[in-house]
């Protein structure tokens, strides 16, 4: 269930858990994304693919999800710090991949 308010009524431990993770589950809104960490991270069900870097890793890669960067960094380099001049890191824009990339899968 989508709460409007980033909040997952059923079960604050769980809350917690991802909210530690993905702030804007407690700050925005409890979506579909946060749904689908829930359920992986309390519930044991399989995330789909990039659900778990939807948020800056402040280095680079997604270090919760190799199988997205396998997805996304052979077309944008800079996601895994392989640019040209060997700099990049996770940024707003793998973030916004990934989020399409997880989005999909769940439409």
Known sequence: MIEPFGRCFNDPECEDIICSSDPYCCRNRW???CI???DAVCV???KP???GCTIGQGGPGCIDDPECENIICPDDPFCCGGDDNGFGFWDFICVNTALDICQNSIN
């Open 49 to 51: 693919s990039c659900c």
């Open 36 to 38: 689908l960490q829930s």
């Open 31 to 33: 979506d579909d994304i």
């Open 44 to 46: 044991g069900i399989d």
